[in-house]
T-cell receptor, first 115, second 116 residues
Framework: GDSVTQMEGPVTLSEEAFLTINCTYTATGYPSLFWYVQYPGEGLQLLLK?????DKGSNKGFEATYRKETTSFHLEKGSVQVSDSAVYFC??????????????FGKGTLLTVNP | EAQVTQNPRYLITVTGKKLTVTCSQN?????MSWYRQDPGLGLRQIYYSMNVEATDKGDVPEGYKVSRKEKRNFPLILESPSPNQTSLYFCASSLGLAPAGYNEQFFGPGTRLTVL
């Protein structure tokens, strides 16, 4: 079945450091890929998405590129801020038909940014 | 404001006492779903609904029931809660258009349930 593997956390960075959170997936066909962010005490918010190979999703300084050849969707940000401290989830939805639009999530990566 | 709401946000209960967690969306979405979030396991789908009166099991449906009598509401029912259902629960909704991956899913704020 479909699965998502993302790097284990926690990740601790200093403000203005470069961030990479690795994400790889297993799925048939061409799934859509997502990064969700969960701030402390809140629900999940969509951070960015990509729906086909070589697409780059971007939002709030974060970027991720859909790499079909390596089945990856790594999240990057050039300069993190304290306000980026949160749990980040990589997820996919298959586009191969069916009636369940289930998101398959990775286990999440806790990011802490120190001033 | 477009949103998904859940109630209650926090609940402590005892084994065997029936409870309902409500979920409501104001975006006229067709698709709704329930997930539970557990440490080290990420989020797993419990049940989903493609439209009114159409519900189906997700990956971890045991011990849960749902109903979809109106488009906006999708309550999660625990008829006889047990301690292994202690978790953080999220409701989500989306337009339900094809293909699936083109639909942004909107999440509620979560319900933290503790079963003693």
């Amino acid at each position: 079945g479909d699965s998502v593997t993302q790097m284990e956390g926690p990740v601790t960075l200093s403000e203005e450091a470069f961030l990479t959170i690795n994400c790889t997936y297993t799925a048939t066909g061409y799934p859509s890929l997502f990064w969700y962010v969960q701030y402390p005490g809140e629900g999940l918010q969509l951070l960015l998405k990509a729906t086909k190979a070589d697409d780059k999703g971007s939002n709030k300084g974060f970027e991720a590129t859909y790499r079909k050849e390596t089945t990856s969707f790594h999240l990057e940000k050039g300069s993190v801020q304290v306000s980026d401290s949160a749990v980040y989830f990589c997820a996919l939805i298959p586009n191969s038909g069916g009636s369940n639009y289930k998101l398959t999530f990775g286990k999440g990566t806790l990011l802490t940014v120190n001033p | 404001e477009a949103q998904v709401t859940q109630n209650p946000r926090y609940l402590i209960t005892v084994t065997g006492k029936k409870l309902t967690v409500t979920c409501s969306q104001n975006m006229n979405h067709e698709y709704m779903s329930w997930y539970r979030q557990d440490p080290g396991l990420g989020l797993r789908q419990i049940y989903y609904s493609m439209n009114v009166e159409a519900t189906d099991k997700g990956d971890v449906p045991e011990g849960y029931k749902v109903s979809r009598k109106e488009k906006r509401n999708f309550p999660l029912i625990l008829e006889s809660p047990s301690p292994n259902q202690t978790s953080l629960y999220f409701c989500a909704s989306s337009l339900g258009l094809a293909p699936a991956g083109y639909n942004e899913q909107f999440f509620g704020p979560g319900t933290r349930l503790t079963v003693l």
